[in-house]
Structure formats: structure tokens, C-alpha cells
């Protein structure tokens, strides 16, 4: 008996050390186990207390008064399946006539306190049919993506959601986004998931980074065209307009539009033609969008409305040319001119940091959803990295990357380098590598900061 005592007391401590130290790692060897005890034998009951369940049938009343049985009891949804995942359960329901999958979203948070789990969220699949996803621990403490991913053409897997489901960046189903951040709000980090994910694929980078290019250029030896001011911007921008409209020819040409043709393969993109003529496909990083909307004179106002011109152009013509757009910034509000507001309109994809301000929330989340605006104000300073994420059907998430250091998304970039097309348009954009020796130039900041020191 002192035997099991001693083991009993060890099993726990080391239960308890794992749950501290490492909560996936008990959620795996103990946690999930006790989960699926404990909502299968309170199941009827915690259903029971949050009014999510439905009196018997007139038919089961009847029987039951004529055999003089005791009444039936009030019936919950029926669990259809049961499945424990790495980062919690996904319980499948099926909803009793006259329920509704606003009542289980409604009672989330009950349902989370009564089974002891992390987070509870659910969406309804079909008719009548409702997946309720429980974390058993917070998955976005310690982020781990898993070992395999939905990775596709043109999806990249960016970030976890606290569901523990992965976020995807497709830009097949959302061809634009806006991501919005304040300074030391995880927007780079974010940025940086993005670059590595995409260097693996057959997909040409164009960087716009005014910050004289310190965040994209280390990154330049996968990208086909980078600039790092508006007066170079402005030009890259022009030839992708350029380039989108002979993209635009080259479909014309092999649409195929005769009578023997299916439907479903007269081309209207690039991903309708064929394998040897599809154009590559072209990914365009803005990672400061004010930096291009701000003017001081006459002068600058004219690059700039060429700039927010072309940017419009590319957002409403650009997805059947295989040109997307990935506008970052800190600050993005109706006060940054005209067009502004049409841009914003083109961008589908909203993913939303720590901002500093309620408008640039309501910009990125106001016609999607009220909720999505208060969740991002409230993202604490010290969880850098969290973001909510939404586009134009009013679903959003909150999420976060994995933390990835400049070294190593320079690494990833630097490894698929042999991946970097040479677009002819873009020839003269195309990035030189950096050399290891300060400019001669900055060398009198270089001893003043050391002096300083």
C-alpha cells in the first residue's frame, strides 16, 4: 500500500509539473483522457443547466401516460462523434427540432466553465449539424504549429488560431488582405511567416518597404523587385500594372471560347490556362502603406496619388493576373487622402495586431463585425503576436505566429533563392545583395554612437 502511495504521489507531482511547465505535453498524457471522462458524465447535465435542451415529444408524453411510466426527461443535442485532437476535443452535435447554432455560440462560455476546458468555440457545418471545438490549455501561450499542414499552391500556413486549428493565408480564396499593428505588435514577425511560407512555392515576391528596406531587403534574395522608397515604389508599381495588362492579352488569346470546349476550361485567370503558358504568379508586400500616402508638396502629392492609383488598379483588376496585394501598416484611416477608402474596400483579408487607436480597428473590422473591432482594442501590450484575423463574411478569429527571427525567414529565403523568377519588367528593380562593410557615408554615425557608448 506505501508502494502505490509513493507511486500515486509521483504520478501527480509529475502531472502537476507538466501542466505548469508544459501544457501540451500533459494535455497529451493526462489531460485529454479526464476531458473526454468528464464531458461524457456531465454531458446531459451541463446541457440541462444552459438551456440547451428540449422537452420530449407529445407522442413520448402520450405513450408515457398511458403505460403509467415516469415522464420523459428533457432531451440535449446528440453527440455524433467525439474527437480528441493535439490541442483539445471536437465534439460534433446534432441539434433537437427547434434548436438553433446561435444557442450553442451563445452558451460558449458556459459550456467552458462547465467541462473545465480552456476555450470553446463552435460553427455550424450543415443544417442542423453544429462542431463544437474545446482547447484543453492556451495554445497561443507557446505557439507550435503541427508537423503537417494543408499546405497547397498559394496557401500558406501563417499562424494558429486559439481554437488550435491552423490559419491559412489563401491566396486563392482571399486574394488581397490588410494587416494592420502597431510598433512592437508582432506585424513583422507576422510578415516574416508570410515571406518564409511563400519561398518554398513558384510565386515571384515584390517587397515595398520605406523604411529604406532594413525589414524586406535581408530578405532580398527571394524576392524578384524590391523598393525602399515611394519614388522607386511608384515606378515597381507601374510595371505591375504593365505587366497585369499584358497577362490580361495573354488570356484573351487562349480562352478557347469554340464549341467543343467544356465550360469549365475556357480560361478567365491564370490558373485556366494551361501548365506551360500560366504566367507566375506575383506576391506584392507593402510593409509601411502611410509612408506612400503622406506628401509635403505639390510634387510628392502627384507621386502619390500615381502610387494610390496604381495600388487600386492592381487591388480591383489584379487577382485574375495572378497579382496579389499585402498591404501592411501601423495606421490606416480615411485621412490618408482619396482612395484610401477604395483600397480598403478591394481588401478582403483583415488581420488586425495590437493597434494604438479604435479607427484603425474600425477600418480594418468595422463592416465585418462590432465584435472583431473590441476584440483587437483590447489585445494587451505584453501578448505581442496576437492579432484577430476576419474578412468580408463576418467570421473572425483570434490568432497567433509563431515567432520566427529575421535569421531565420533570411535562412529560409536564402535556401530557396534558385526559386526567384526574373520577370522582365521588373529587371531593373531587382534587389543587389548587400555588402558587409558600412557605407563610408554612415561611418560618422557609426563613431558617434560608438563614442556615445
Known sequence: MTRFTVVLVLVVAAAGLLRWRRPAWYWLT??????VLRVLARYRTVMDACGLTVPPARWRLALARAANRPIPEARPPRILRLRPTRTGLVLRLKLRPGQDAFDI???????????????????ELRSGVVEVRMTG???LKRVQ???????RPMRVPVALREDGSVHYRDYRAVPHALTLG?????????QRNLVAGLASMDVALVGIDCKQGVELFPLGRRFSALADDPDTAAEVLDALVERMGRVYQLIRSQQRITSDVPDAEIAADIWDLPDDLRPVPVVVLVDEVAELALYANKEEEK???????????????????????????????????????MLRAQLTGRTAHRVNDETSANMAFGDISPDAVLAAIQIPAELRGIAIAGDSSGGWHRIRAPHTS??????ICNRHADRTPDLPELAPFRPALPGSAPDSA??????ASSATA
Open 30 to 35: 493526462f489531460g485529454v483522457t479526464l476531458a
Open 105 to 123: 455560440a451563445a452558451a460558449s462560455d458556459r459550456l467552458r466553465h462547465s467541462f473545465s476546458m480552456y476555450g470553446v468555440t463552435s460553427r
Open 137 to 139: 490549455y492556451d495554445v
Open 145 to 151: 504549429m503541427p508537423a503537417e499542414t494543408d499546405s
Open 182 to 190: 502597431a510598433t512592437e505588435s508582432g506585424k513583422s514577425v507576422y
Open 303 to 341: 507621386r502619390r496619388d500615381r502610387i494610390i492609383t496604381a495600388l487600386v488598379r492592381l487591388a480591383q483588376l489584379g487577382r485574375a493576373a495572378g497579382i496579389y496585394l499585402e498591404i501592411c501598416g501601423q495606421r490606416f484611416g480615411s485621412e490618408l487622402g482619396k482612395g484610401i477608402t
Open 406 to 411: 529575421l535569421r531565420q525567414a533570411v535562412n
Open 442 to 447: 554612415l561611418m560618422p554615425l557609426v563613431k
